[in-house]
Structures are given as C-alpha cells and as structure tokens.
C-alpha cells in the first residue's frame, strides 16, 4: 500500500521530509482509510471543506462517516439536513450497521432536520439567523467541533437572488469560523458538470474542495472522486476510484509511484514432476505465471494442479474465477483427479466466483485486495484474464489486471493468470490484453490433430531469471492428473 | 418564557383572540424590525382588537425556534385560525401577507 507521502505531493512531502507536521494547519481524519491518504491526514481543522456530486455519488455517505469517526474519537458532530427525514437517513445508516440513535442518545451526534416547510410563503428579504441560532444552542449542548451541512444548496434555493445567496453563504462561513468548527458543506450538482456553476463562489470560499460523481461506461458504473483544491496543503492530485459498500466508502489509492515490488522467492513445486523439470524447479514464488491456450487445452487442469498441490504444501491459494461456481469448479476437476472440495473445506484453498459484469474494475478489486489483506494467500489464480475484458472494456480489464498484479508483486504473492486464446494467432493472442511483458512465466498449451487423434503440447515461452526447456512437451490429462512426457 | 413579549390589540375583545400570531425573529436586525412593524400595521387595519403576537427573540430562545421548525428570521406562524401557515420574511409585500393569512377581500 502506497503511503500518504507518495500519494500527496508536493506540500505534504515537503512538509515531513524535515519531520514536522504543518504548523497551523491540523488536520481531522474522515477515518475513510483511503480518504486521509489522498488528503495528507484528513480535513482541514477549524475550516470548511465542500464536497459536491450529482445525485447519488455518496457525498453524505461520506459527510456520515466522517461524522461518525469524530463521535469515535471524542469530537461529537451536528447534522444538518436541509433535504433529508433524520427518521430515514438513521434508517438508512442502520441498515449499514451504524447506531445513530446510540451516538445520538450518548450526545456525540445530532440530528437536525431543517426541511422548511413546502407551503411556506416568502414575502420580503430575510436571513438565516433563526438556524444559527438554534445550532448555537445545539453546538453549546453537544460541544461539537464538527458539523456537516447536507444540500446547502436546498437552504439557498430559498432565496431567489444570487447576491443574498452568496451574501448569506459568506455570512454561514464566518459563522462556522468564527466557531472554530470543522464544516463540511454539500452541495449538488447536475449531471456531469464538474463544479455547481451557480454555486462557483463556494470553491472559493471552502479551504478544501472534493468532488465526487459517478460514471457509468459500458453499462458498468464506476465512483471516482478528486479533490480539486486544499489550501495550505498537499493532497493527492489524481481522480480516486471508490466504491461504497455495507462499511461506507473505501477508496482504494490508485499506485504508488514507486514499484515495491518484492524481490521472487524460492521455487516451488508446480504440481508435476515432468513440468518442474521443464521448468527447471517449479515456479518462482512471487511471480507471475500466464498459462495461455485455447479451450480445453487444460489450462485451469494445469492451474489445478498446481493449486492441490500447494494446498497439500499448507499454502493458501485465493482462486478468483470469472468462469464458473467453485461447485463446478470441484467437480469439474474431480475428472483429472484433483479433489478441491477437502482443500476448500480446511480453507487452504478459496475459490472466489465472480460475474465479470456484475461490477465495475473498482468493486472487484476492492474485494481482490480485501482478500489479498484477509486471507494472506501464497498464490492467486485468476480464471480467465480473458473474461475480464468483461467488466467493461479492454482498458478496464488491463487496468484490473496490471492493479492486482502489483498488490500481488509488492506482497510476495504468486500470480498465476488463465487466459483463453482462440487458436487462430496463438503468438498475437497469448500475452493477453497487453500485460505480457510485465510476466514473469509464460506457459503455452496447444492441441494437435496426430494421426488421427489430439495431442496436448506444453512449451514455456519465457521465464525470468531462470533457466527453461524450450522445446515442446507432450502431455496428457489423465484421471490422476497431468502426465507430461519427456520433449 | 422570559424572551417573549406579549402585544395585544388595543381593545381586548372580550370573547377571545380569533387571530393568534408567533414572529420569530432575531433581535433588533433589520429585517425583524420590519417585521414586527409590517405585522402590527397589517393587524391594526384589518383585524384590529382580534388578534395577539407572540414575538420569539431567537437569539434569546433558540429552543423554540427549533421546535417550530425556524430556519429563517424573520418567521411569521399564524397559529389560529387554522391551518396554520408559515411565513418568511420581513412582510414588505403586504398584498402576499394578506392573501396568505387569509384576510383579502377582508374590508379593504
């Protein structure tokens, strides 16, 4: 995982190469993990950060959580809602497993619904007094330092003049400083405009500006947010994919910019004594290993093997498959003789289905990399590369892969990727969505029509650091595995 | 309450007050002020000795800006007759006042 240092530039880096933190601006953590890397330790103190998004991109989910882990960590927090019931955002916090009422009952959180009243009729200029007051009182009770405003926009929209809106907004802000409170406002946008044009003063007002929106590209939506600016600090510059799952939001930080992969480890067995041989003592651990060749040339038999073979060793294997159900997967196998179900049963090995299109580059390696964490696997198989053109593009595929095989790299993990080619120009195809020259091991199977019948060939087309056969093995899938031939 | 100013209609009537007001505003800004002032004018016109305010100083008693729902100051609540209707602002368009509360065509 990348630190904050190399994902916030310039300031940051700056900033603690002396060993100092920023001297007058502290910062508040959201306790979005990913959130204070990007930020460089979270939320400017005692100012107001806006976050604007279309409808649904998570800015109070984000705005809540950062709530909730000030109420945590002994800073209470007000909400004030200007669109939403409190009765439904608790119901909706429930349901993700946050207590709201606990917090509220405890007087770390308050709940503030401010709807005006749809029939009220306006007649002549007014000001937002009555509100600050009533917050005052409340911030006094609660001792709150933090406080989140939902939908200021709905509040403006009271006023129909753009001076008074900005006139009162202006007037919000010194109050909130005035105070010493750590603000968030949100604000909304329309659809894929970047900055609320009606509302462009409240960049500049706000000392740090995230925007957050979702996207939707080939049918598969993907959250991305940036922050745009963060006055007196640095903060990572680039678009942060996120996803928002039961837990809140979870933003995983692009790259790091430096490679930490991990140097490979020592060989180990491939399952097979003939294709150890070929391969001169197995695969590297920690490598990458592409076994490549058309349907039914007994790639996931060769994944297989491998797999019960390093269960049987005591190694975790995480076996994520975009093909078919872990049940079919077992069975399936249970051909070639290879029994799963006993390895899956002592969890050595897990075998993760997962529909291509089900979910966006981002949610599947959310869940890769939560694995990766969890599990603390030796090797990952992924089944099939090739499926993955299926979440949403060749680019997005690439991206997944490309992301996954450094989590694995900079993890020591083994990575063995399945990609299916269509026969037809095996040398074109076999490196698979361009990501063949950052593997390690590449492993050919081809099926031949010999004299009347089919033969399995192996060859290794490539191995770093390492010496290899280069020749083509002939090989066999029998009911106790592969058997592979001399060349 | 303390920060509550009760301001009747000169000539109490004796069978009760059929209108029944609460402003909230805040303090002595501008807008309060107007407020108050716009209200009382309005009230002496058309309902003179039928009506009583309830004037609420925010500043001094947020607690019932909160439990009526006050966002805004200065806020008019006419709370009888009903239905109770809400009104924002310092009351400069009277023509607006009188048709939300209900009083045009009221002589004059």
């Known amino acids: ?487 | 309450m303390k920060a509550r100013k009760r301001q009747r209609g000169k000539s109490a009537n004796p069978g009760g007050d059929s209108y029944v007001f609460r402003l909230f505003v805040a303090g002595n800004e501008s807008n309060s002020s107007q407020a108050r002032g716009n209200l009382a004018r309005i009230c002496e016109k058309h309902i003179k000795g039928r009506y009583k305010i309830d004037a609420v100083d925010v500043l001094k008693d947020a607690a019932a800006a909160h439990k009526n729902n006050v966002l805004v100051t200065p806020t008019l609540i006419l709370v009888r007759p009903l239905p109770r209707v809400m009104l924002l602002g310092n009351l400069n368009d009277t023509r607006r006042v009188l048709a939300a509360l209900r009083l045009i065509g009221d002589k004059g």
């Open chain 1, 1 to 487: 995982m990348a630190t904050a240092k190399q994902i916030s530039e310039g300031g940051v880096a700056a900033s603690t190469r002396k060993g100092k933190a920023w001297k007058g601006l502290s910062k508040v953590p959201t306790g979005i993990a990913g959130l204070d890397l990007v930020l460089g330790g979270g939320l400017p103190a005692g100012r107001v950060t806006l976050i604007h998004g279309g409808a649904g991109s998570g800015k109070t989910i984000m705005s809540l959580q950062c709530l909730l882990h000030g109420a945590g960590a002994g800073k209470p927090g007000i909400l004030l809602m200007f669109e939403e019931r409190a009765a439904a955002v608790r119901q909706n916090a429930w349901s993700r497993g946050w207590d709201l009422a606990r917090l509220e009952k405890k007087n770390k959180l308050y709940l503030m619904d401010a709807r005006l009243d749809p029939e009220a009729v306006i007649s002549g200029d007014f000001s937002i007094k009555g509100i600050l007051a009533v917050l005052d009182d409340r911030i006094k009770a609660l001792r709150a330092k933090l406080i989140v405003i939902d939908a200021v926009d709905a509040l403006l929209h009271l006023y129909d003049n753009p001076m008074r809106e900005r006139h009162e907004l202006y007037a919000l802000h010194e109050w909130l400083l005035d105070r010493g409170l750590t603000a968030i406002m949100t604000v909304k946008t329309v659809s894929q405009q970047e900055s609320p044009s009606r509302y462009a003063f409240l960049d500049f007002m706000a000392d740090c500006v995230i925007h957050v929106d979702q996207r939707v590209t080939a049918q598969i939506a993907t959250r991305r947010l940036r922050v745009i600016k963060y006055r007196g600090s640095g903060y990572g510059r680039n678009e942060y994919p996120f996803i928002i799952d039961e837990n809140g939001i979870n933003i995983i930080p692009i790259t790091s910019n430096v490679l930490q992969h991990r140097p490979p480890g020592p060989k180990v067995s491939s399952g097979q004594a003939g294709l150890d041989e070929v391969l001169a003592g197995g695969y590297k651990c920690g490598t990458s290993i592409l076994i490549a060749g058309t349907a039914g040339a007994g790639k996931t038999t060769l994944a297989c093997v491998f797999t019960r073979a390093a269960c049987l060793r005591g190694e975790r294997i995480l076996y994520l498959n975009f093909e078919e159900s872990a049940e079919s997967l077992v069975s399936n196998m249970l051909s070639p003789g290879l029994a799963l179900q006993p390895l899956i049963k002592t969890g050595t090995l897990v075998v993760r289905s997962y529909l291509p299109e089900a979910m966006g580059v981002e949610e599947h390696l959310f869940h890769a990399l939560k694995d990766l964490e969890g599990l603390r696997p030796q090797h990952v198989v992924v089944d099939a590369i090739s499926a993955c053109k299926r979440m949403g593009s060749e680019q997005a595929a690439f991206e997944y892969l490309m992301r996954l095989l450094n989590a694995c790299k900079e993890r020591g993990i083994t990575c063995i990727y399945i990609n299916q080619t269509s026969g037809l120009d095996i040398a074109q195809e076999i490196s698979g969505i361009g990501i063949s020259s950052i593997i390690d091991t590449i492993i050919l199977l081809r099926q031949l029509p010999i004299g009347g019948a089919i033969t399995r060939q192996l060859i290794v087309m490539k191995s770093r650091g390492s010496k290899h056969s280069e020749q083509f093995h002939e090989f066999r899938i029998t009911d106790r595995g592969i058997d592979l031939g001399k060349a």
